[in-house]
């Protein structure tokens, strides 16, 4: 246990005036994505808040982890650890800047039965009387095999599927093998904002405490973000959504009035306001040349309950709920649609790939998704295209049951840049270039912290595409922190794709399905050989689990797809569990200025296609110098075999500067 501090909070919304401030308290310990911020200086999204660790903080309470064994609460953890409280316990942090919001990322245990509970958190600054923020494990708690369950004790929902438990095929294995329930749990956590009603000045110290009456056995706190909210945004001149019979309590459905006010603004050549307050909303809301401005995502809130259709809409979705849609492409797509400064909070609890329950949707041109917080949707921005020039910046998506944002068919010359997303249940950022190509798209400056499943950073197929200054952090499975895939039925990759001076930490995770070890960044070559022009530059690998870099071919395609073309240079790898290169492809690559140390395993584990061959490996390094640390030994070139298909894990000490 560390040091005991103190804590309370108190009533109201908004900011208020600061107090005086508190004695001196333990100087409080500020990371991003878990690391020490000089790590990743210039990478990732610059956000408002200030991220404290759970297990740096002051508390009576148990420490988990490290750990990254999917299935456990350590696993998912941002920085793979964090503090259980039972009843009657607390931990404390001491506010690094003045502050009047919080954000809190916790756990709480599923119902016996699925479904979630709700349990008390006493949040408190000082002196002053703890207010009660009332968790929810509604919207946590994943089962089973994709596309997952909510029921802990179902049976395999693919017995016909190989699974790693057994090494088997569960239906064609006699006897037939037992299998643990609830099986594969995970999607643990979930987070809830509180404004504090006043400015608490720097140092004083804020206390998250379980009741002791609390229903809840065990609460885990992962992290505090907290940060300094300006007030609300006014906009005089609009058409309010109030004037058109908007409830802003959140009792009466708006959605009607939404619609008014925007036919009205789209006449008037005005933009739409959103005042403060919560406007329940259960449906999509079509916007097509209009612009709505909320008075800030803290502030004006769109919160709707998932509603089942009577019967399937043409695209197969089974319900709706609340999101702002474009039209479709096939309808022509909508322009010019700007959206800002308002929150989303949807009420998605299980996976259903065809349902459209997503956050923003549709096609927009000439569009841009600015400053939201997208919440409990199934993804939080899906566009499906062709459509060009979105914006999409400065949004908060955080514990979506499926993507943070993909670009999916088409979409040409956009952009995604300082976006904060944490716990997706799929990719954090996606680009899928499905039927029809992505081009010319950057993903720019976001940060991406623990995708429970799949990648931080996904690309399939496209024509030059970037992917650049990102920060990708703690990856659970099945997935690395950076994807390039030939893969789910994706046009070829053409032209070039950029990959430079991205962050990544704690990666290079197990794939469940072959039982191995992955890379911090992953060439998949799946459906088609990969061969445009890759540039990895600049980027620096952290602490990876295994692999920093890993090239593959599917087993049964290995002889048919080969990745080649791909270069990195002026990388840092800082920590690998096993190599900095796995290849287990047919292909090549070249290497400049790669600097390694930590490293658990032999530099270049290259299976190549496992054919083996007198001549070596189908897989050639070619070394244009500058690589130090020792890990690319002139005896590993061009292409001897050093396969080793599981070596052992040594894990690495924590990155530090270079």
Not at 446 to 455: C, I, K, W, Y
Not at 511 to 533: K, M, T
Request: with cysteine; glycine share 10%.
């Amino acid at each position: 246990m560390a040091a005991v501090m103190a804590v309370t909070v108190t009533g109201g919304a908004g900011p208020a005036r600061a107090e005086a401030a508190p004695p001196a308290s333990p100087a409080p310990v500020v990371t991003r994505a878990a690391l020490d911020p000089s790590l990743v200086a210039g990478r990732g999204a610059d956000v408002g808040f200030l991220e404290q660790e759970a297990e740096h903080a002051t508390t009576n309470g148990t420490l988990i982890g490290p750990g990254r064994t999917a299935y456990t609460l350590a696993s998912e953890a941002s920085g793979r650890r964090a503090v259980s409280l039972a009843p009657g316990q607390f931990v404390e942090f001491t506010l690094p800047a003045p502050t009047n919001a919080i954000t809190v990322r916790y756990s709480i245990p599923d119902a016996p039965t699925g479904g979630g509970i709700t349990a008390p958190l006493d949040v408190s600054v000082g002196r002053r009387p703890a207010r009660t923020m009332t968790l929810t494990s509604q919207y946590a708690w994943l089962y089973n095999q994709y596309p997952f369950s909510n029921d802990p004790a179902a049976g395999l929902l693919h017995p016909d599927w190989w699974i790693t438990e057994c090494s088997c095929v569960p239906a064609a294995t006699t006897p037939t093998p037992t299998i643990t329930r609830p099986f594969r749990p995970h999607h643990f956590y979930d987070e809830q904002r509180m404004l504090l009603g006043r400015t608490y000045p720097a140092g004083s110290v804020l206390r998250l405490a379980v009741p002791a009456g609390s229903v809840a056995p065990w609460t885990v706190i992962d992290l505090l973000d907290s940060e300094l909210v300006a007030p609300p945004r006014v906009v005089p001149v609009a058409a309010n959504v109030l004037a058109f019979g908007a409830d802003p309590t959140g009792r009466r459905d708006s959605a009607g009035a939404f619609d008014r006010a925007i036919a009205f603004a789209r006449r008037t050549k005005l933009k739409v306001y959103l005042p403060p307050g919560t406007y329940q909303v259960n449906r999509h809301v079509i916007v097509d040349d209009v612009t709505i401005e909320g008075a800030g995502n803290w502030y004006t809130i769109v919160k709707g309950r998932e509603v089942a259709l009577d019967t399937p809409a043409p695209d197969g979705s089974v319900h709706t709920g609340v999101g702002f849609y474009g039209r479709p492409a096939s309808a022509g797509g909508s322009r010019n649609v700007h959206l800002s400064g308002f929150a989303i909070e949807g009420d998605v609890r299980e996976r259903i790939d065809t349902d459209q329950v997503n956050g923003v949707g549709g096609a927009l041109s000439h569009s841009s998704v600015d400053g939201l917080y997208l919440h409990h949707t199934k993804v939080g921005l899906w566009f499906d295209g062709p459509m060009t020039d979105l914006r999409v910046t400065n949004n908060v998506i955080v514990d979506q049951i499926a993507d943070g944002l993909n670009f999916h068919t088409g979409v040409t010359d956009s952009v995604v840049r300082n976006n904060f997303v944490r716990n997706s249940g799929d990719d954090g950022l996606a680009m899928w270039s499905e039927k029809t190509g992505n081009a010319g798209n950057i993903i720019d400056r976001n940060t991406v912290q623990s995708p429970v499943l799949a990648n931080g950073i996904a690309v399939y197929g496209g024509t030059d595409n970037t992917v650049s200054r990102n920060l990708v952090a703690d990856p659970v499975r099945e997935g690395s922190a950076i994807q390039v895939g030939s893969r789910f039925g994706a046009e070829p990759f053409t032209g070039h794709l950029w990959i430079t001076e991205n962050t990544t930490a704690r990666a290079g995770t197990y794939e469940l399905n072959w039982n191995i070890g992955l890379g911090a960044i992953w060439f998949y070559a799946l459906d088609r050989s990969i061969d445009a022009d890759i540039q990895v530059v600049g980027d620096h690998y952290l602490d990876n689990t295994y692999n920093a870099i890993m090239l593959v071919s599917d087993w049964p395609v290995k002889d048919r797809y080969s990745i080649t073309n791909v270069h990195f240079r002026d990388v840092r790898v800082d920590g690998a569990g096993t190599s900095v290169v796995s290849a287990r492809t047919a292909g090549s690559a070249s290497f400049a200025n790669v600097d390694a140390r930590n490293v658990g395993a032999v530099g270049v584990n290259n299976c190549g296609s496992f054919h083996f061959t007198p001549a070596g490996s189908e897989f050639s390094l070619t070394d244009l110098g500058g690589n130090d640390g020792g890990w690319l030994a002139p005896w590993l070139l061009p292409n001897t075999i050093t396969c080793d298909d599981r070596p052992p894990v040594v894990a690495p000490p924590p990155p530090s500067t270079w």
